[in-house]
């Protein structure tokens, strides 16, 4: 079974500009969730979708938004970005336990 | 709310030796508790979990108990690898809740030769 799979892997952009990011979850999950990582701040809960209705929001902007898709690929922008945006952005799908895609490392200049 | 603490890292450690890494939380519901692991350049996967008091998980060599009393899950290993050089993330879920695990802020660990 293929694991979570996100792209692209890496991205560079400037500040101002906007951003789309991409997971594919395990076949049959329906469940996919978006989260920051940066050193100084952990771990950090962006969004859940679930049969494309988000179904729980963190504390971000409203600069950061999703979307969900009839297959449950989902898609993250962040539009006009700034530099603190810089992080590894993961996706995981599944139930109680998470399965993560290997992230989308976002630098942002 | 829900919270999760950790011990700060990096955790050092030398090949072979014990290994004990403290989680703590908090919690409105009764929580699973789980362990997950990240090593360099990847995302987290799961390493172990329990659902209930006095279970205990386990997985390749590592082990974690829950402790309602203490309201604690340490994970622990006898004998580390260099291979187990990763940051370990214990996290815990509430049922009935919002589906979404709460993290702790993840503890890293070096294990040198």
């Known amino acids: 079974k293929a694991g979570v799979t996100q792209t692209p892997r890496y991205l560079i952009k400037t500040r101002g500009q906007q951003v789309t990011l991409s997971c594919s979850p395990i076949?049959?999950?329906?469940?996919v969730s978006w989260y920051q990582q940066t050193p100084g701040q952990g771990l950090q809960f962006l969004f859940e979708?679930?049969?494309?209705?988000?179904?729980n929001k963190g504390n971000f902007p409203g600069r950061f938004s999703g979307r969900q898709f009839s297959n449950s690929r989902s898609e993250m922008n962040v539009s006009t970005l700034e530099l603190g945006d810089s992080a590894l952005y993961l996706c995981?799908?599944?139930?109680?336990?998470?399965?993560f895609g290997p992230g989308t490392r976002l630098t942002v200049l | 709310g829900d919270s999760v603490t950790q011990m700060e890292g990096p955790v050092t450690l030398s090949e072979e030796a014990f290994l004990t890494i403290n989680c703590t939380y908090t919690?409105?519901?009764?929580?699973?508790l789980f362990w997950y692991v990240q090593y360099p350049g990847e995302g987290l996967q799961l390493l172990l979990k329990?659902?209930?008091?006095?279970d205990k998980g386990s997985n390749k060599g590592f082990e974690a108990t829950y402790r309602k009393e203490t309201t604690s899950f340490h994970l622990e290993k006898g004998s580390v690898q260099v291979s187990d050089s990763a940051v370990y993330f214990c996290?815990?879920?509430?049922?009935?809740?919002?589906?979404?695990?709460?993290f702790g802020r993840g503890t890293s660990l070096i294990v040198h030769p």
């Open positions: 995981a799908s599944g139930g109680d336990e998470q399965f």
């Open positions: 076949s049959g999950h329906r469940s």
């Open positions: 979708y679930f049969s494309e209705t988000q179904r």
């Open positions: 919690a409105t519901g009764y929580p699973s």
């Open positions: 329990a659902t209930k008091a006095d």
């Open positions: 996290a815990l879920l509430t049922t009935g809740g919002s589906y979404i695990p709460t």
